[in-house]
């Protein structure tokens, strides 16, 4: 088992900036696929980005690609997500999440293959 806990949400005005982190504990942090998704009011919860356990391979949605950076310190046994050039349609509870079965030379955006969650972040991006 897993233990997540996220941070580091808030309000911030378009084109800034905000950098979420999601601290794991329980067993071996290594042993996890990583991944953040966010969930609109009214809207499914989908993917955003996800790292390999090793941190070698990163995948990031579309709608934010340039824009956020997944990375993770093993030794702290934290993933973040940087967000910058932030737009109000960003506007989410953020989650991140684990995935214990993946392999290890993958990621997947599949929010049914992550078997931990946390409670998420609201992040609220004004106009």
């Known amino acids: 088992q897993v233990q997540l806990v996220e941070s580091g949400g808030g309000l911030v005005q378009a084109g800034g900036s905000l950098r979420l982190s999601c601290a794991a504990s329980g067993r071996t942090f290594t042993s996890y696929g990583m991944g953040w998704f966010r969930q609109a009011p009214g809207k499914e919860r989908e993917f955003v980005a996800a790292?390999?356990?090793?941190?070698?391979?990163?995948e990031h949605a579309v709608s934010v690609k340039g824009r956020f950076t997944i990375s993770k310190d093993n030794a702290k046994n934290t993933v973040y997500l940087q967000m910058n050039s932030l737009k109000p349609e960003d506007t989410a509870v953020y989650f991140c999440a684990a995935d214990a079965t993946g392999s290890s030379r993958s990621v997947t955006s599949d929010r049914y293959e992550y078997e931990y969650w946390g409670q998420g972040t609201q992040v609220t991006v004004s106009s």
């Open positions: 790292i390999s356990r090793s941190g070698s391979i990163t």
